[in-house]
């Protein structure tokens, strides 16, 4: 008889084992899939920022790169008011 209870009490462990099992599993599988989906996003976003690196880069060769120095005045022949000057410069 006390085979029986004991049987019945390992019977109704079993069952709660299996049905925690059965919970971790779900919540497995939905951690699984917030994790791929994180996944994807980081990759999305580091995208991003590689575009927004070159970008800024560009901007900055723009701004501070050597074709932003050359003009077409000669800053030498031009007098204060923004004319010409007529007069030979000394070498």
């Known amino acids: 008889m006390d085979t029986i209870i004991v049987t019945l009490g390992l019977q109704e462990r079993i069952e709660l084992l299996e049905a925690r099992l059965t919970e971790q599993g ?10 791929n989906e994180q996944a994807a996003l980081i990759i999305k ?4 920022v590689k575009h927004y690196e070159d970008q800024l880069l560009m901007l900055k060769r723009r ?11 000669d800053y030498r022949q031009v007098t204060l008011w ?3 000057d007529d007069t030979p410069i000394p070498e």
């Open 26 to 35: 779900a919540l497995i599988a939905k951690q699984t899939a917030l994790i």
């Open 45 to 48: 976003l580091e995208a991003l």
């Open 63 to 73: 701004q501070f790169g050597a074709s932003s120095e050359k003009t077409e005045i």
């Open 82 to 84: 923004g004319e010409p």
